[in-house]
């Protein structure tokens, strides 16, 4: 296993922050489709990043945090991953 393969085990937490460009709907949808919330915690995770300022979404192996990261830029989101 390399150096780099090494640093990325264990657990990562995806954050979501908040921005004036996408609705709460929008933001509540990606939650539910890409994160595997169910309604509620979508919405009450929307409500947190509107008003806190940023809420984490998503915990898990650095490889699984990545492609929903990347979904996430993708719809427009600003997203980030840390170590947990």
Do not use: W
């Amino acid at each position: 296993m390399s150096k780099k393969n090494y640093k990325k085990r264990g657990k990562y937490i995806l954050h979501i922050y908040n921005d004036d460009t996408n609705t709460f709907e929008h933001v509540t949808n990606q939650l539910r489709e890409l994160c595997g919330h169910n309604f509620f915690q979508a919405i009450q995770c929307t409500n947190i990043i509107h008003s806190v300022g940023k809420c984490d979404v998503f915990t898990g192996p650095y490889d699984t945090c990545a492609e929903i990261y990347d979904e996430l830029i993708e719809s427009g989101l600003n997203a980030t991953i840390s170590k947990k």
